[in-house]
C-alpha cells in the first residue's frame, strides 16, 4: 500500500513539474525576415547567411530555432502586407528585419520605406519581438540624390526606434567581385560566412542564453 502511494505522489510531482520542464526546453525564435539577400538566392538555401547563422546558434548552445520567412523580390510593402500572420504563426522572440533594398532597385519613394519599415517595428514589438534592423545600399549608378539618402535612411530609423542596426548586411562584399554572382548583387555561397560575420556582433547582445 505504501509503495502505491509513493509511486502515486511521485507521479503527481512529475506531472505537475511537467509544464515547467517543457517551458524551459522550449527554444526562443528568431524571425528572419526579408529579401532574397537573405532568402539564399542563387544557391542552395543550406549554403545561405541564415542557415549558416542557424549552424553558428546550435554550436555556441543558444537556444534558439530560426525561421527563414525571406521571399526574393519582396518589397517593403509586401513584407509589411504578410507581417502580420508571419507574427502570429511563428511568435518569434526577436526579429532580424532585412528589407528595403528592392525598394531602392525599384527607385521607390523613401518615404514610403521609411513608414513600412516603421510600420514593421510597430508590430513586432506589439507582438512581444525584440527587432535587428539590416542597412542596405544600393549601386551607385542609381546617383547620389538617392542612393545617399536611401543609406541613411536606415540609420535614422534605428536612431528613432532606439534598436540596433546591422549598418550594411552584405559590407565587404560588393567590393570583391568575384565574390558576387552575376547579376551583381547577390553573393555567392563563398561569401555568405562574411555575411553572418557582418550579423553577429550586433545579434550576439540580443539573444538570450537560458
Same mark, same amino acid.
Given at each position: ?58 554550436? $555556441? ?126 553573393? $555567392? ?22
Amino acid at each position: 500500500m505504501n509503495c502505491l502511494r509513493q509511486r502515486t505522489l511521485s507521479l503527481l510531482l512529475l506531472i505537475a513539474l511537467s509544464p515547467l520542464y517543457a517551458q524551459e526546453a522550449e527554444p526562443y525564435t528568431l524571425l528572419v525576415y526579408g529579401d532574397s539577400l537573405s532568402a539564399a538566392y542563387g544557391i542552395e538555401e543550406s549554403e545561405g547567411w541564415v542557415a549558416l547563422l542557424e549552424n553558428r546558434l546550435a554550436e $555556441k548552445q543558444y537556444p534558439y530555432r530560426v525561421v527563414n520567412a525571406s521571399v526574393s523580390g519582396e518589397t517593403s510593402t509586401g513584407g509589411l502586407a504578410r507581417l502580420p500572420a508571419a507574427l502570429e504563426s511563428y511568435q518569434p522572440d526577436l526579429v532580424l528585419l532585412e528589407l528595403g533594398g528592392n525598394d531602392g532597385l525599384r527607385g521607390l519613394p523613401l518615404e514610403s520605406l521609411r513608414r513600412n519599415l516603421i510600420e514593421m517595428i510597430e508590430l513586432s514589438r506589439a507582438a512581444g519581438a525584440e527587432v535587428l534592423l539590416a542597412g542596405i545600399q544600393i549601386p551607385p549608378n542609381y546617383g547620389p540624390r538617392y542612393t545617399i539618402p536611401f543609406f541613411q535612411l536606415f540609420g535614422e530609423i534605428a536612431q528613432e526606434a532606439v534598436l540596433p542596426l546591422v549598418p550594411f548586411l552584405i559590407d565587404g562584399i560588393p567590393q570583391q567581385p568575384n565574390l558576387m554572382q552575376n547579376d551583381g548583387i547577390h553573393p $555567392k555561397a563563398e561569401a555568405q560566412w562574411m555575411i553572418v560575420e557582418n550579423v553577429w556582433p550586433f545579434l550576439e547582445p540580443m539573444l538570450e542564453t537560458d
